[in-house]
């Protein structure tokens, strides 16, 4: 069996001041924050920078930088999204934090997109805002459609550039070091992660004062989504494993618009097409969206999803049809460059036809609980971004709220972390090495990508828009199959990046099932057609895992 070996301390751990696990917009913002401070920084990230979700992010960031907006509206545009779920606590510190995090990446260099004859001056610009689903006003900054990519590479140049952080691309986490798995005495804290260096086929030992989970979501536990290969729940899986609480994960966010075609594999079409007039319409031709809300193509999207789900089933279509040609040619191509590139290649043209699309898995909601320092049930373990539940989203998480949560969340869990450093940094204890002295090289590798496939088939067809007590019971039962057989497999041969990944997507496909079957309403994005109620009472979804640390409670949540 592969495990640390107690009887074998690993004299040359890479030992840090903070561990960052995942190189996105959370990751990032997080270690650039405290590359100022004399701290060793070290940022895993599973693949090149490049190929995270923030990357692929395409809206923008929601923020009240207009006058004619307020605070108060969009707190209300929150919670009226997350139906009823949201803790206000969040929803106050995420949304009032808005102005200074656009501020900051400004700072840093991010070229948003400037209103029509505007001159940038990088200060009292004029920026464009445009409006997506759920949002009363115009909010959202962007830099054109591609937003993600322009935070994303402006911060990595700046983190790239400090000497005190280290990038160790290619390498993915496997599990956190914790005082139980060590037996130590002393309070339940994290002290560091094994990681396999894929390059080098090799699990090494990092030992750190704090660690951050920054890892994304795990829409990847789904057959399709609007997310790259990624997205494969590590945070939430490795959290869970260390003995933290998981929270609302029933919450799948499914992105209403993905180009539908045969080779356009998680081709989001961001919902500022919808925002900037795009209308959803059947195959004849015919709008729907009024029929099912009143905002229509921009109600929320958990409804817009719903509404093409029930549309796609009721008439037997393939898809159904996102239309912008209606509006100038030149128009769509400034705001919707890359969509319409994206459109283009695959035959279709965004500026003269109606283009096909359908819902993608695409935000986990729910994940690893945190205050609103990123502090988890572990101490010195937080978590930021998507990996986290920190209570803003709620039942369904508002357009363009997510990449504001990874910078507002990111700069109070640096704060917390700097302060607890200065306070208390001791020696860490030598940490063993990883070890494999019992597993062999799997002899079978098509059993890892069979049980890949399986698992993401039957997430989609038991686990989806629209879910029963039939179908995710059977569910259920067949992830619990696929646990035992992965336990078996993990414990017998070597890991690699495919085997990681398919054991912590089956957890959280199963903390996923787990949370459906024990919410017994409809509320937000969990729609059950055996209670399609949503009760009175909002409450959270929490599981508990049987090795609970329980040590440093999270006032928010109780």
Request: net charge negative; with cysteine.
């Amino acid at each position: 069996m592969q495990s640390f070996s107690p009887a074998n301390p690993n004299m040359n751990n890479n030992h840090c001041d903070v561990l960052i696990i995942g190189g996105g917009a959370a990751g990032l913002s997080l270690a650039l924050r405290l590359a100022d401070d004399d701290l060793n920084i070290i940022v895993l990230s599973k693949s090149e920078l490049t190929e995270g979700s923030s990357l692929y992010a395409q809206g923008g960031i929601a923020a009240v930088l207009d006058s004619d907006d307020n605070f108060d509206a969009h707190v209300q545009d929150t919670h009226v999204s997350g139906a009823g779920l949201c803790k206000d606590s969040a929803v106050r510190k995420v949304i009032e934090g808005a102005p200074r995090a656009i501020q900051w990446l400004i700072d840093k260099g991010v070229r948003f997109t400037l209103e029509d004859g505007a001159e940038y001056d990088g200060v009292d610009s004029d920026y464009h805002l445009t409006r997506e689903g759920g949002h009363s006003h115009r909010r959202v900054i962007h830099a054109k459609d591609a937003t993600g990519r322009e935070v994303e590479t402006t911060l990595e140049q700046h983190v790239r550039a400090q000497p005190n952080v280290t990038i160790l691309e290619n390498h993915i986490a496997i599990d956190l070091i914790t005082s139980q798995k060590l037996n130590r005495t002393d309070p339940a804290r994290c002290y560091g992660a094994y990681a396999l260096d894929i390059e080098r086929n090799e699990v090494k030992t990092f030992a750190s004062q704090a660690v951050v989970l920054s890892t994304g979501g795990a829409s990847k536990a789904y057959l399709y989504t609007t997310n790259p290969d990624t997205s494969t729940g590590d945070g939430i899986a490795m959290a869970w494993r260390a003995g933290c609480r998981i929270a609302n994960m029933e919450f799948v966010q499914f992105h209403p618009t993905c180009l539908y075609h045969p080779y356009a594999k998680g081709s989001l079409i961001s919902e500022a097409v919808r925002g900037e007039g795009g209308l959803l319409r059947l195959p004849d031709g015919e709008r729907f969206m009024d029929d099912h809300h009143a905002q229509a193509e921009l109600a929320p999207r958990d409804i817009v999803a719903r509404a093409i789900d029930y549309e796609m089933k009721r008439g037997g279509f393939d898809s159904v049809y996102l239309d912008i040609s209606h509006k100038p040619k030149d128009f769509i191509l400034d705001h919707f460059p890359n969509i319409a590139a994206n459109c283009d290649k695959y035959g279709y043209d965004l500026t003269s036809q109606p283009v096909p699309v359908v819902p993608a898995a695409h935000y986990t909601c729910g994940g690893v609980l945190t205050d609103l320092q990123g502090r988890t049930d572990l101490k010195r373990l937080y978590a930021v971004g998507e990996s986290s539940c920190t209570g803003l989203h709620g039942a369904n998480r508002l357009a363009s709220n997510s990449l504001l949560e990874c910078l507002v969340i990111a700069e109070s869990a640096a704060d917390d972390i700097r302060d607890r450093l200065a306070r208390n940094s001791s020696e860490l204890p030598s940490l063993p090495d990883w070890d494999e002295s019992q597993v062999s090289n799997p002899d079978e590798r098509i059993v890892v990508s069979h049980n890949w496939d399986e698992l993401r088939r039957f997430m989609w067809d038991y686990v989806g828009i629209v879910r029963t007590n039939k179908r995710l019971q059977r569910a259920h039962n067949r992830v619990q199959l696929l646990q035992e057989e992965i336990i078996e497999y993990y414990g017998n041969f070597k890991v690699n990046n495919d085997l990681i990944e398919l054991r912590n997507l089956a957890t959280v496909a199963e903390l996923t099932i787990e949370c459906a079957l024990t919410r017994k309403e409809s509320r937000g994005l969990h729609y059950t057609i055996d209670y399609p109620q949503t009760s009175e009472f909002a409450s959270d979804t929490i599981l508990t895992p049987n090795n609970f640390v329980g040590h440093a409670p999270i006032h928010e949540w109780v």
